[in-house]
């Protein structure tokens, strides 16, 4: 498919100071024109507004949505956030649509969450409502009720546990949870989380599903890191990860540890990082040895130009993947930017058929007006490349963005 969209985006970004309310205003339009595989243009229209009030007693409001014509149909709407707000001296409270973030990662609610304080050191932490998924912006049907106990002293340590509630199909699945960290003033930190559903039965080497992970890392050196961590894998995470950990989630299955050591270094205009590690999957059907493993580099060839190259490869037999990926950028003004990425993959999975994985981009951006009443800037992008299903695509995209009216109103 060879896709063009011409997206004018327009942010409108207000803000009121005054001694009672402070608030904000987004608004985003875009038009799209997409050829189809029979050559009959398409169009998709898109409007997107964002609205964030504070008052200064301490409530909140914050709202964000869209509309869109899906191509095929009637205008649909999504909800990003709806959410109310209120924050005292030892609490607060949110309800409606939000995201909460937490050590297992975001959770997306919609529902209410509570932050008291107990005492100077120690935080209740209670949540409720169902969960709602990041790219359809639907919740689900299972309803969801937690609650955890957080201490930080303000030291070297802080840590918490808790216990989560899911109802999954008229039953309630149980899931504890526990995690630390410990820092030093050197820069050095170390972070230990786990979790466990103990009812809930499963051919896993522990009696029940678990995942659990320690990490670590210390500077050394002059400008470089070295860390090092160990992961066991047999429980589905809570939360909708934001992007993929490790290889290993989409080349095995449940069922497996995995080890890692890394190191970066910074030598003045070239850095350098990698990391290497072996995984053992434990499935009682199906026992077998891998590992993960990547190198890469970075080179400043002046101010304005940058370059980088990575490797990267991992093997769960009989699955494995390995290729690489360049990228260079060239910035010639404060906005103005250049960038060139390709990237090369042979993966070959659990089943089926071998397949190369490629993908090429350039993108490109430069100022139109700056000044202090807006900015607006032009971008293009075009990218191709072919998928894992061998199916080869194309597209590009050019698109106008601006911001209007920023500052304190008086």
Known sequence: MIGLSILPLLLLGSTQASERLDWRLWSWSGVEARP????????????QLALSMRDRSGLSFDASGAVRDPLDGAWVGDLHRLAL?????????????????????FLRLDGAQLDLGLAPAITFHGWGGRSWHPETWEP?????????????????????AGWEGRLVDDAIVHRLHAFGRARSVGGAWATALAEAAPLEQSDSVLGSPARMALRGQAPVGGGGTMGAGLRWEDLDRAVQPEALSSPMDW????????AELEGRM???????????????????DHASTGGVARAGLGVALGEQLSVGAALSGALAQPSWVWGGVAEARWQPGERGALGVEAGLFRFSPLEGPMANVVEGRVNAEAPLVRGQGGELTLLAQVAAGSDRLLDPWIRGGLSLQGSFGRGSAP
């Not at 189809?36 to 409007?47: D, I, M, T």
């Not at 689900?140 to 918490?160: I, Q, Y």
């Open 36 to 47: 189809s595989y029979h050559a009959e243009s398409q169009l998709r229209l898109k409007q």
């Open 85 to 105: 707000g209120l924050r005292g001296a030892c609490y607060s409270a949110s309800v409606g649509r939000f995201v909460m973030a937490s050590e297992r990662g």
């Open 140 to 160: 689900g049907d299972d309803g969801l009720l937690g609650a955890e106990l957080r201490v930080d002293p303000g030291l070297v340590f802080s840590g918490g």
């Open 251 to 258: 080349l095995s299955g449940p069922g497996y540890v995995a």
């Open 266 to 284: 910074a030598l003045k205009r070239l850095t350098l990082q990698g990391s290497v590690g072996p995984t053992r999957h434990l499935s009682p």
